[in-house]
């Protein structure tokens, strides 16, 4: 930048050196420098094109974002952070060990899920954790009342699968940082646009994965069921969607854990929980608090990511 002034501005420089030392930097900036006057690549940016537009989009659509990012917040995650706040803590560990053993039937695995969660209460944890499972828990459900859906109708439609890849590379590969600027400049800060750098950093998977399910369900199966003249939607519902759980449940569960991925990040732009806390012994040095966050969030993912699982298992032993 330094140089660019000097180059573009010789008239302002010029006057505050005397005559001598001017011409030798005059002569200086003039002289090649290897590899940088006599480079190959142009001077393109698009930071000011697309600085431009989206000043324009917060213009024109910004408060209708506001208002239903305020709907969002006010309507759906704010009442269930005050549910699972409301409800005992013995309430919601009763319920853990409901879940696990209806799906693992692993009696130490479930003592050490809900013993790794009551050892987060001990810390002082339990409040932040209940924050972090809500967004975790609402940005999950939108992300499966997206995902599924989109799977559906990109696994039958051959151009909207060509459409879709493309997308969701770029979804998949552009770091999680990234979201934060577009929804920061859309909402502001806070937990709803943390919600919404989730949601579109965690839905990706859950669409693949459910495309691959539904294109891999045994054409025989299909062959079958269609000779006993069932309806799309009966195909759909009770052939297709059925057989191909195994592969929706993992896309369930990796856009869980890409969930609990954003959880530090998210934490930057005002979304309270326990990356809040590792992002606050991170600045402050306080390493203790920082690793005692980070381990709650472990527990959390190891929790959710072993009950996902086992529900997405064909073979899963009943009673």
Do not use: C
């Amino acid at each position: 930048m330094a140089q660019r002034f000097l180059k573009q501005a010789p008239e302002v420089w010029k006057a505050w050196l005397k005559d001598a030392q001017a011409g030798r930097l005059d002569a200086g900036l003039a002289a090649d420098v290897p590899g940088r006057e006599q480079s190959i690549f142009p001077e393109w940016s698009a930071a000011s094109f697309v600085n431009r537009n989206l000043a324009k989009a917060v213009t024109a659509w910004g408060e209708s974002f506001r208002r239903a990012g305020d709907w969002l917040l006010s309507g759906v995650l704010l009442p269930v952070e005050r549910l699972l706040l409301a409800t005992p803590a013995w309430v919601l560990l009763l319920a853990v060990v409901a879940l696990s053993w209806h799906a693992t039937r692993r009696p130490v695995a479930t003592v050490l899920y809900v013993a790794g969660l009551y050892l987060i209460g001990a810390v002082g944890l339990w409040d932040k954790l209940i924050q972090t499972f809500s967004l975790v828990l609402v940005s999950t459900l939108l992300s499966i009342a997206i995902g599924i859906p989109t799977g559906i109708l990109a696994a039958g439609s051959r151009p909207l699968r060509r459409v879709l890849v493309p997308v969701m590379d770029v979804m998949q590969t552009l770091p999680s940082f990234v979201y934060l600027i577009p929804v920061l400049m859309l909402f502001g800060l806070g937990k709803v646009p943390a919600l919404f750098a989730t949601v579109i950093y965690a839905v990706p998977p859950l669409i693949r994965l459910t495309v691959l399910g539904l294109r891999q369900v045994d054409p025989a199966a299909r062959e079958a069921a269609q000779s006993f003249g069932v309806t799309r939607w009966q195909m759909l519902t009770r052939v297709t969607l059925p057989l191909a759980r195994p592969s929706i449940m993992a896309g369930i569960n990796q856009t869980t854990m890409m969930a609990l991925a954003m959880v530090v990040v998210a934490s930057m732009i005002g979304a309270r929980g326990l990356g809040e806390d590792v992002l606050a012994g991170i600045q402050t040095l306080d390493i203790g608090r920082g690793l005692q966050a980070g381990v709650a969030i472990v527990i959390l993912a190891i929790v959710i990511d072993r009950i996902t699982q086992a529900y997405g298992r064909v073979n899963r032993r009943r009673r």
